[in-house]
């Protein structure tokens, strides 16, 4: 059964626009949460982290917020640009060095 | 710039043909991963590897095994391959603070 879902396949937004991408996680023990971007035959690249202490971490146009007693992760991107096109991975962990479980993956698609 | 090789790009194999995904690293990192990617399912974890000639299980080592003889490389083996182990299968490389680095792939095609 996967502890992390991403339970939106793919999300359009304009150029310009807020995306917002959503994660949630069964396992109340996770304490590191990562977003990872993926561009099509290409391997996966790190986006964003945040560990459990904090409640929103922030990296130029991305955001991410986490919410430890709904069990949920989202990441913001403003504005959003035709270069965010891509499949983002949400992933999480209860180390931070490297035994993760990654969502399902969300496509995103920016239009002009 | 962190480099992450993988063997192939691309690979077709019959069932039953025993398969070598080699997994390169030029950045001294201590910890390798092997993931498969499948629509729908994201990444999930067979094996990993934390040092020179250390393995551990990930979620799904059914099928797998994995060898690692020295500190940049890392194996992974398909003993007799079979058509549901076609898949996108993804190295990585971490160093205990959590980012991981991945290489670029290999689509692997059992027929």
């Known amino acids: 059964d996967q502890q992390v879902k991403q339970n939106s396949p793919s999300l359009s937004v304009q150029e310009g626009r807020i995306s917002i991408l959503n994660c949630d996680y069964t396992?109340?023990?996770?304490?590191?949460f990562l977003w990872y971007k993926k561009y099509p035959a290409e391997g996966p690249t790190f986006l964003i982290s945040?560990?459990?202490?904090?409640d929103k971490n922030e990296d130029g146009r991305f955001t991410v917020f986490l919410n430890k007693s709904a069990k949920h992760l989202s990441l913001h991107i403003v504005p959003s640009q035709p270069g965010d096109s891509a499949v983002y991975f949400c992933?999480?962990?209860?180390?931070?060095?490297?035994?993760?479980?990654f969502g399902a993956g969300t496509q995103v698609v920016v239009t002009p | 710039d962190v480099k992450v090789t993988q063997s192939s790009r691309y690979l077709v194999k019959r069932t039953g043909e025993k398969v070598f995904l080699e997994c390169v690293q030029d950045m001294d990192h201590e910890n390798m991963f092997w993931y498969r990617q499948d629509p729908g399912l994201g990444l999930r974890l067979i094996y990993f590897s934390y040092d020179v000639k250390m393995k551990e299980k990930g979620d799904i080592p059914e099928g797998y095994s994995v060898s690692r003889e020295k500190k940049e490389r890392f194996s992974l083996i398909l003993e007799s391959a079979s058509t549901n182990q076609t898949s996108m299968y993804l190295c990585a490389i971490g160093s205990g603070s959590y980012e991981q680095y991945f290489g670029p792939g290999t689509r692997l095609t059992v027929t």
């Open positions: 396992n109340s023990m996770f304490d590191y």
């Open positions: 945040i560990s459990s202490i904090k």
């Open positions: 992933a999480a962990s209860t180390d931070s060095w490297g035994k993760f479980q």
